[in-house]
């Protein structure tokens, strides 16, 4: 079995395919992520006491010389996956050439943007609860992967650690090679700097299903008794049309007409999002204050069916925002329903993070849990590249981050988008990798670039894997790769993909029971009852 989309490595110089390092730095911009973490930024930010591939633009095939083109903003509605070894018209391919020409160093490197959310896969524990498997092109397995804490090193201050481990894959000549980020821990919240959250509340008549106004009432009300009198919070809700309820308004002095606008709120008409996004961002426009941190938090179930309903125009609001102003969006998404692809290419667009919750449970984590993870940042515009070395591989695959990829000549130009990161985050990046018959050696070079949030600085660490890391076999690694790589075969499952040595879901079920027992993880045993599900709904 092989993946469906890979890079064939000819071989060619290690030092140029080392191109990692020794680059010379560029302009340079943007974040990326949003939504998710909305409800998780907003809340946790009060300090409750009591979180396909994508190897390259031409996938299955050998990159050309010259430079390629920026990804695109917004994730587009993916086609029905082909069988693997085949193209989307059914037609038989080779996955990697015999005849394709030397290829050009870019050939040996893997670009993307960070990604912290995590809606993917909240969203489809919750259609599987519901007795339905969920839409593959929902599925981002990225988002299935960094569900799930790590315990890689931290950093001291600003920026990342950059670590890498591997193992065999299963089937012959196949590995997975992991790249593990991680920010360090989050101050204490009396150290954080005040917050400025506007939060933008859908009130149309399909959040009155149990689990969606009720669920965002209660956790508004939860979060607001939590924040900081120095923090100042705003309301906007939107049906057919938007209203500001609550104008900014600090906390201090002010929580009981909080309380009393939220208590307020019900259930209306329609669901003018583009109008919700607009006054959200006009109030936040207006509210902001330096030196703070400023967040628009929108919560909704993102089935946008009255005025504007372009995604890209909804966009444009966004961005512009986010470029003038500096104000970041963090979307949480609730409901059966939920328009995921538009949540998710709104967080991309905002710089921001998504999440997706369906319980109370879910909802007091995001809010008081994970919420100061998303305040403040440790990086902004972070960039991963992957350096492989010709000698050593010979096909590689990225699992996810499909709507992540950089061109590789824009690793150091911070004008292209990047993600922005908080603290006390782990991100993983997780390859299929092929290496050619007996290679030893060094395998890749990984590198994180990132710019400082209050300098603007730019900062970058790597790492050195080689091939005797990768001997151990999957199932026998430390339980953080087993982790991850049975999040990776489940998505990959859902997408009805082809990892090398994918399991059976009975059996990956049973490797997530076994990890459930050892890890005493309760978020681990969801991800073994939710793999137990599809398997059952498949039959």
């Not at 695109?72 to 020409?101: K, L, V, W």
């Not at 030196?291 to 919560?299: E, I, K, P, S």
């Not at 991309?348 to 109370?360: F, N």
């Amino acid at each position: 079995m092989r993946p469906d989309s890979e890079h064939r490595a000819g071989d060619r110089d290690r030092t140029r395919a080392s191109a990692l390092v020794r680059r010379r730095p560029r302009a340079r911009t943007r974040a990326v992520g949003l939504l998710a973490a909305a409800l998780v930024g907003g809340l946790l930010v009060t300090g409750c006491g009591g979180g396909s591939d994508g190897s390259s633009a031409d996938h299955g095939k050998a990159r050309r010389a010259g430079p390629l083109p920026a990804p695109a903003p917004a994730r587009p509605s993916a086609p029905a996956t082909p069988a693997p070894g085949t193209e989307a018209d059914g037609e038989q391919r080779d996955i990697a050439p015999t005849d394709t020409p030397s290829p050009t160093p870019a050939d040996y490197l893997s670009t993307f943007a960070l990604d912290v959310d995590t809606a993917s896969y909240g969203y489809a524990r919750r259609t599987l609860a519901d007795g339905r498997l969920p839409d593959p092109k929902t599925v981002r397995p990225e988002e299935f992967i960094n569900s799930f804490r790590q315990d890689y090193p931290r950093p001291e201050g600003n920026g990342f650690s950059v670590t890498a481990d591997g193992a065999r894959a299963g089937e012959e000549g196949w590995s997975f090679l992991r790249v593990g980020l991680a920010t360090g821990p989050a101050a204490p919240v009396s150290e954080r700097p005040p917050a400025v959250l506007t939060f933008v509340i859908d009130v149309s008549g399909s959040m009155s299903e149990t689990g969606r106004l009720d669920l965002v009432k209660q956790s508004l009300g939860v979060m607001t008794d939590q924040l900081r009198p120095d923090d100042s919070l705003a309301l906007v809700t939107f049906s057919d049309t938007a209203e500001t309820v609550l104008p900014m308004t600090r906390v201090g002095g002010g929580r009981g007409r909080v309380h009393d606008a939220i208590d307020r709120m019900e259930p209306m008409s329609s669901t003018n999002l583009d109008a919700g996004v607009r006054t959200g961002y006009d109030t936040a426009v207006e509210g902001a204050r330096p030196g703070a941190t400023n967040r628009v938090v929108l919560l909704s179930d993102a089935l946008a069916n009255t005025g504007e309903t372009d995604a890209d125009a909804i966009l444009d609001r966004i961005s512009d925002a986010r470029r003038e102003h500096g104000i970041t969006l963090f979307g949480v998404g609730v409901g059966s329903e939920y328009g995921d692809a538009l949540m998710e290419r709104l967080a991309d667009k905002g710089d921001g993070h998504t999440t997706y919750v369906s319980t109370s449970e879910e909802a007091r984590k995001v809010f008081c849990d994970e919420l100061p993870q998303n305040i403040e940042l440790r990086a902004r515009e972070a960039k991963t590249q992957v350096a492989f070395d010709p000698q050593t591989v010979q096909r590689f695959r990225l699992i996810g981050y499909d709507d992540r990829q950089v061109a590789d000549d824009d690793y150091r130009n911070d004008r292209v988008d990047g993600g922005e990161v908080g603290p006390g985050h782990t991100v993983t990046a997780l390859y299929a990798i092929r290496l050619r018959p007996g290679a030893s050696g060094h395998v890749a070079t990984a590198g994180v670039r990132w710019l400082d949030p209050d300098t603007r600085a730019p900062h970058e660490e790597t790492t050195q894997i080689e091939a005797s890391a990768l001997d151990t076999d999957v199932w026998r690694s430390n339980r953080g790769l087993q982790l991850t790589a049975t999040a990776a075969y489940f998505a990959d499952a859902l997408r009805q993909g082809a990892l090398p040595g994918a399991p059976t879901l009975s059996q990956l079920a049973s490797r997530a029971d076994k990890l459930a027992r050892v890890t005493e993880d309760k978020d681990v045993r969801r991800l073994a009852e939710a793999i137990r599900r599809a398997d059952e709904l498949r039959i």
